[in-house]
């Protein structure tokens, strides 16, 4: 099937509609944002509990893998990762980060950080040592996290579009569509899984093959599943028809919805590690919170704002092929 964008290439560029510029929009969702700088208040607060609040731990849950995992390396067998950064890894693991969910969730510094110390002295742990009991926490935060990003999600789209939603309804919505999501992942994820260590058992090669077919499929979806959400806070979508909207975007959207997406996680992470060069015993951390809660949701509110003048460039193109059609037959 011939994309639109293709005619962008065969016809005449005059009369063709232009798609939404890149850079523009995302200089109208930094605009959009420091006219409504109160929306940045939920990622400050979230930065705030996983950087100065209790750190919950599981530590000691993990304890007899790690031993189990230490007797492995010193057999001498091949393992996917050194000792030292797993251990590190669940040594700084906070279970309140949890509450930084996907794909709809609040963005977060802190949350993708082994945090250290602070500003305040040594932070309150608490030990988790009962799985049922981190099984709840993970229940409880997940349904937390995706509340909160769904009020985050309505606060930005109505700043970029002036988009006014039922707000039970795009709530509940929200959380099927994350829900949807997570367990699609898990289900796909563990046969991946499975079939990469059976193929890792038989051949490395052909291991290694799957897992670039594997990750190539990860990277195309990215695109819809995050643009999977804008739908319910735009246009009043309910979980299905958002996902399939999105889906409808990136078959008729691409390439310039793929370099926006690429711009714009390239400025995202490359602005974390800026704001990550302050170390967190210090209050100039602060400044990094401050300014990763601004550059995300500017670049959120321009993934709204691409969202919405995207779809309507689709409509047009649609209308404008339509027409050169009629004209043709006529």
């Known amino acids: 099937m011939v994309k639109l964008t293709d005619y962008m290439e065969t016809r005449n560029t005059d009369s063709f509609p232009k798609p939404p510029g890149t ?31 209790p750190r919950i731990r599981l530590t000691n849950l993990m304890q007899p893998y790690f031993d189990e995992w230490l007797r492995l390396e010193a057999s001498g067998q091949s393992l996917p990762m050194e000792t030292s950064l797993l251990t590190e890894f669940w040594q700084g693991f906070n279970l309140l980060a949890i509450l930084r969910t996907f794909p709809l969730g609040v963005p977060s510094l802190m949350s993708a950080s082994l945090v250290g110390g602070t500003p305040l002295g040594a932070p309150l742990e608490l030990e988790n040592d009962s799985w049922l009991m981190a099984l709840g926490w993970l229940v409880m ?16 789209a109505q700043a970029a579009t002036n988009a006014q939603v039922d707000l039970p309804r795009a709530l509940f919505h929200s959380l099927l569509l994350s829900g949807g999501w997570n367990l699609f992942a898990l289900m796909a994820g563990i046969p991946a899984l499975l079939i990469l260590g059976i193929l890792m058992l038989i ?58 997406a690429l711009l714009a996680i390239l400025l995202s992470q490359g602005m974390d590690m800026l704001w990550r060069i302050p170390p967190t015993n210090s209050w100039m951390a602060l400044v990094g919170i401050l300014g990763h809660a601004f550059i995300a949701s500017s670049l959120l509110a321009a993934s709204f704002i ?21 004209s043709a037959s006529a």
């Open 23 to 53: 850079i523009q929009v995302l200089g109208q969702g930094f605009n959009a944002i420091a006219n409504n700088i109160t929306v940045i208040a939920l990622p400050i607060l979230l930065d705030l509990l996983l950087w100065l609040g």
């Open 306 to 326: 691409y969202y919405y003048e995207m779809n309507n460039w689709i409509e047009r193109a649609a209308q404008w092929l339509n027409s050169q059609s009629t």
């Open 203 to 260: 051949n490395g090669l052909l291991a290694n093959i799957a897992y670039l077919i594997i990750l190539v499929l990860v990277l195309w979806l990215c695109i819809p599943v995050f643009f999977s959400a804008h739908g319910i806070f735009i246009k009043n979508h309910n979980a299905f028809q958002a996902v399939a909207q999105s889906f409808r975007l990136v078959r008729y959207g691409l390439p310039p919805l793929g370099w926006f």
């Open 141 to 156: 935060l997940s349904l937390v996290g995706w509340t909160l990003g769904a009020l985050y999600y309505r606060q930005i």
